[in-house]
């Protein structure tokens, strides 16, 4: 068998070492420059490769083909490759993974939910890996360890070509308008990509889902699901019952030690998937307070001239800034903006109206943030500098009164990546704390 990976990033590079290990001759081809790191994990393993370029005869001689989830389907090398079987990396090391796979999909919240799933199983002393879209790569994994659990952070990108990938436990967070450039401004054909993740599942596997997220009961699909359905429900007197089979569980709003409504339906499904993978109650229980978050989460970074700042940069569109926003019943001045996806801020307005003293929109071209607020009639000012932004906070806010990185956008034009964004933000305002 003869394999091609097209992409030579994380994903890439992994998917190439694990077809190696398996003794599967495989090339990769990328029409970049692939990064120093991967090119001498390429270089050690004896693995051939090509850059700044694709050619076409040396990848139309596979047997099949495994697209990096950065390369969309209509990408002129995809088109050339269309009668080709092309799958994906997380497909491909699906086939190698002896454990049970946990994977976790929607527009927000992800990456706190695959943590604080792997977090609760950790803690029951399972061999457990954590994988996907956070960074790391499926398939790099199974080359490393043989886990008893894999717990998987997966996008739409990765979703759109998973085949025969099945995974033990599914987990749909939500479903919001999100990447709309890739799918030319289709919620549904957003919607329905991720709702591959339910494609091969079978009446002995588990789907969580959220009751309250519009959309995603919007899509689902209308007949009858394979799955065993365990479907969240808000919070009810401030706690969350758990009851099955195997598990039997009341969480209170004050043993998730998350700030947000939003991740309070996290935590639930982070148990829920944890229980279900047999992780005692009394350890959950005993667990669960201790997971703080990530960063770039709101997460607190100081409080200068004792006004509390929290970096947000994860939110990169609409809905999780709106998560964001409804977090604090104090006033927030609100830093945000970047390279604008597609974002329709109409849904913002209201809770902006309601929760923002004003706006300093940070990114090279931020017309069309202002163009949407402007009619809310709040102070609004815009710069291009990340410090500057900060100054021009905290020279409107009061003691108690909030500084809020939520940018609602993506972060490449000032930034090299939102974790760039939001560890520049952290860094300034802890030079601030240390000034005050």
Known sequence: MRL????????????????????IDVFVSDAGIIQTGYKQLLYTHQIPFEEGGHTIEKIASADEVIKSPGIPHEATIIRKLHSMPIIDEIAFAARYAKGKIIAVTGSNGKSTT????YHLLHAAGLHVALAGNIGYSFAKCITQSAYDHYVLELSSFQLEAIQDFKPDIACLLNITPDHLDRYHGSVEAYAQTKLNILRNMTPLDHFIYHTSDP?????LPKAQLLPQLHPISPLSNGRFYLNGQRYALSISQQQIGLLGRHNQYNAMTAVTAAALAGVPTSIIATALPKFRGLPHRLEWCGAPQGINCYNDSKSTNVASTIAALVSFSQPIIWIAGGIDKGNNYCPLLPIVQKRVKAIICLGKENSAMIKAFHPLGLPIQETHNLSSAIDKALSIALPREVILLSPACASFDLFKNFEDRGNQFKELIVKMCMKH
């Open 114 to 117: 695959v943590h604080l799933i």
């Open 215 to 219: 959309l995603t009961t919007q899509y």
């Open 4 to 23: 091609v990976v097209l992409g030579g990033g994380e994903s890439g590079t992994g998917a190439a070492l694990l077809a190696k290990q398996q003794g």
